[in-house]
C-alpha cells in the first residue's frame, strides 16, 4: 500500500505564501503521477496541479503563475509552492499519488492514493 502524509498548511494573509509537502512511503514499485487536489466547504474536490515523473505538469487555470509543483523522484516526494495566495485558495488541500504498490503479495497498478489533507485559510 501506499501512504501519503501531508504538512506545510496554515493560515495567511491575502497576498502570502505558504509551502506544503507530501511524502509517499509503503510498498511502492513505480509512482506515475503526484499532485495536489483541493476542496473548499460545499464545493467538489478539484485538481490544483500535478506532476508526472517526466517533470511534466499540468495546473489549474486559477493557480497558473502563482503556484509551482515539484518533485523528488528518488524521495517520492512532492511540494507545492504557493505564493500570492487569495482568500478563494482556502481549502483542503489533498496529496494525491497514481501507482503501482504491493498490497501483501498483490501487485496493485495505477491505484490512485490520497493524504489525509491539510487546511489552507487564506485570511486577513
Known amino acids: 500500500q501506499v501512504q501519503l502524509v501531508e504538512s506545510g498548511g496554515g493560515l495567511v494573509q491575502p497576498g502570502g505564501s505558504l509551502r506544503l509537502s507530501c511524502a509517499a512511503s509503503g510498498s511502492i514499485v513505480n509512482i506515475y503521477t503526484m499532485g495536489w487536489y483541493r476542496q473548499a466547504p460545499g464545493e467538489q474536490r478539484e485538481l490544483v496541479a500535478t506532476i508526472h515523473s517526466s517533470g511534466n505538469t499540468n495546473y489549474a487555470d486559477s493557480v497558473k503563475g502563482r503556484f509551482t509543483i515539484s518533485r523528488d523522484n528518488a524521495k517520492n516526494t512532492v511540494s507545492l509552492q504557493m505564493d500570492s495566495l487569495k482568500s478563494e485558495d482556502t481549502a483542503v488541500y489533498y496529496c494525491?499519488?497514481?501507482?503501482?504498490?504491493?498490497?501483501?503479495?498483490?501487485?496493485?497498478?495505477?491505484?490512485?492514493?490520497w493524504g489525509q489533507g491539510t487546511q489552507v485559510t487564506v485570511s486577513s
Open positions: 494525491n499519488a497514481y501507482a503501482d504498490a504491493w498490497h501483501s503479495s498483490i501487485l496493485y497498478r495505477r491505484m490512485s492514493y
